[in-house]
């Protein structure tokens, strides 16, 4: 069964705008992944951020942790038509459990 | 460095057949990791292992399916008497474990189609 849930299920904004999406999850975590993944194909990974950390920026991307809400949310800032994708947000497990549990995915469609 | 392959991209069979798929991960991977994805859900995880041992199986992981990582490189994931509930994405990830912060590295998939 699924972790939990993103929301939005879907967005579509207008390219040059900001892009959020945010992960509920529902057990304690080591660390939280978010991943990308084009139509039909692989998953790309973005950026991890332990448990213990709060916000972490790469490049365009700033992820955020509330360990207290178990949720997460992802900022895409400047957004481009390659940004276009379904996101999604995974969670591992305490206790040395390292299967990924991922969420239900956020629909991103970037608008020229 | 080669990334995650998998063999072979698409598959097409026949309900009741034998199906078996390849998964090549990157070369000093100590883990590796099987994951099913059906059409507008998230990956939901099938089994691991840490070099050659299988640590871990799904419960979505039926007696029809087995996988093996024989001499801790590549695995095989085969699917006995294939049901049209078995068409789906699968998707093998690899990553070295590391003092608790593992990033899971993703192939491709091989997308499943049982008539």
């Known amino acids: 069964s699924q972790q939990g849930e993103e929301d939005p299920q879907a967005l579509s904004i207008q390219e040059g705008e900001n892009a959020t999406m945010n992960c509920s999850y529902k057990?304690?975590?080591?660390?939280l992944q978010w991943y990308r993944q084009n139509s039909g194909r692989g998953l790309v990974h973005l950026i991890l951020i332990r448990s213990n950390e709060r916000e972490k920026h790469s490049g365009r991307l700033r992820v955020t942790l509330d360990t207290s809400k178990k949720s997460s949310s992802l900022l895409i800032t400047a957004s481009r038509a390659a940004d276009t994708a379904s996101y999604f947000c995974?969670?591992?497990?305490?206790?040395?459990?390292?299967?990924?549990?991922f969420g239900q995915g956020t629909r991103l469609t970037i608008n020229p | 460095d080669t990334g995650v392959s998998q063999d072979p991209r698409h598959k097409i069979t026949k309900r009741g057949q034998n199906v078996t798929f390849r998964c090549d991960p990157i070369?000093?991977?100590?883990?590796l990791y099987w994951y099913r994805q059906t059409l507008g859900q998230g990956p939901e995880f099938l089994t691991y292992f840490q070099n050659e041992a299988q640590l871990e199986k799904s419960r979505l992981l039926s007696d029809r399916f087995s996988a093996e990582r024989p001499k801790g490189s590549f695995s095989t994931l085969e699917i006995q008497r294939t049901e049209q509930g078995d068409s789906a994405m699968y998707l093998c990830?690899?990553?070295?474990?590391?003092?608790?912060?593992?990033?899971?590295?993703f192939g491709p998939g091989t997308r499943l189609l049982v008539l």
């Open positions: 057990t304690s975590i080591n660390n």
């Open positions: 070369s000093e991977h100590n883990r």
């Open positions: 995974a969670t591992d497990g305490i206790q040395g459990a390292q299967k990924l549990v």
């Open positions: 990830a690899s990553s070295f474990s590391d003092r608790g912060e593992e990033t899971q590295y």
